[in-house]
């Protein structure tokens, strides 16, 4: 599994804009659909600042996620930039692989 992770500061007035698009049925999980190897998506938000959020994107593997990019590339960027009102900042946390185990 290859997971990536965002985090976002969205504008007071653009948080019901920004769920509906990041949800698990929103824009972003529509758009990932149409790519082979896409596992889900699910957004977090935070208890302690209404404003602030996590999302989660789950790919079978990396080689997925890349072959999405390459088919979907505009589309990709072209909803980035229409949903980027919504935030007023927005950091990649990393990318993160499941699956693996420590040896005892």
């Known amino acids: 599994m290859y997971i990536i992770l965002w985090e ?3 504008e007071p007035g653009k948080v019901e804009e ?3 698009a990041y949800g698990a049925e929103g824009d972003w999980a ?3 659909r149409q790519a082979d190897g896409f596992r889900g998506t699910r957004l977090l938000r ?3 600042d209404p404003t602030r959020f996590v999302t ?3 790919w079978e593997d990396v080689l997925s996620f890349e ?3 390459e088919r979907c590339g505009d589309e990709y960027r072209a909803l980035d930039a229409r949903l980027e009102a919504c ?3 927005e950091r ?3 990318t993160f692989t499941e699956g693996w185990s420590l040896v005892p």
């Open 87 to 89: 935030t007023a900042s």
């Open 8 to 10: 976002f500061a969205v």
């Open 30 to 32: 529509r758009l990932f």
């Open 56 to 58: 989660i994107d789950s």
């Open 18 to 20: 920004f769920v509906a």
């Open 46 to 48: 935070s208890s302690d």
């Open 92 to 94: 990649k946390i990393g």
């Open 67 to 69: 072959r999405f990019r």
